[in-house]
């Protein structure tokens, strides 16, 4: 079964600390890895994904397929950054239906 | 076109009671999902439409849940005789038809059963 595993529910870093949110799944083809992010008071967005390879906000994720992880990575951390964020998982074959993890809070002080 | 929207946004209701959420996705997404999310938890998949065809229901769908997109556009998702486990956010996302596209997610019905 696929699925997706954010083991922290709760990351708390100082502004401009290292910040990596860790994700891990399970599946067995090639799927397509993103991160949600939903600030405070608003709605789920998009901030990354694998197949484009970009920076967003200063985030990076790198996909590894023999450790089957997409940790979301940031060098310095921004109190902006504080939010809620999610991994999520795709298949073409299926629709495009989103399996997400169950979130990890990332907290930013100053 | 200021993105997908949920109506309404929250709702209470006794236990039993029928409820009915809308969903307008932004124009021209063909591709409409419903997502529930319970506290502490991410959103999990309901079922999608393509068009006006509704192709894939979860099994967490159960047969108190209907959804439909009767002309491809707005969806409504329904709950008979509702049960306090149906309290949960209930998210709404759209997208084009291609692979590549992102899901955009609406703002959510909070549904709170007494």
């Known amino acids: 079964a696929q699925r997706v595993t954010q083991p922290e529910k709760l990351l708390s870093v100082f502004k401009g600390a290292p910040v990596e949110l860790k994700c891990n799944y399970s599946?067995?083809?090639?799927?397509?890895l993103f991160w949600y992010v939903q600030y405070s008071r608003q709605r789920l967005q998009l901030l990354l994904r694998h197949i484009s390879r970009e920076s967003i906000k200063g985030f990076t994720a790198d996909l590894n397929k023999g450790e089957t992880s997409f940790h979301l990575k940031k060098p310095f951390a921004q109190e902006e950054d504080s939010a809620m964020y999610y991994c999520a998982l795709s298949k073409s074959n299926q629709g495009g239906k989103l399996i997400f993890g169950q979130g990890t809070e990332l907290s930013v002080k100053p | 076109d200021t993105g997908v929207s949920q109506n309404p946004r929250h709702k209470i209701t006794k236990r039993g009671q029928n409820v009915t959420f809308r969903c307008d996705p932004i124009?021209?997404?063909?591709?409409l999902y419903w997502y529930r999310q319970t506290l502490g938890q991410g959103p999990e998949f309901l079922t999608y439409f393509q068009n006006e065809a509704q192709l894939e229901k979860s099994r967490l769908l159960s047969d108190r849940f209907s959804a439909e997109r009767p002309k491809g556009s707005f969806s409504t998702l329904e709950i008979q005789r509702t049960e306090q486990g149906d309290s949960a956010m209930y998210l709404c996302a759209s997208r084009l038809d291609r692979y590549t596209d992102t899901q955009y997610f609406g703002p959510g019905t909070r549904l709170t059963v007494l």
């Open positions: 599946y067995s083809g090639s799927p397509e």
């Open positions: 124009s021209e997404h063909n591709r």
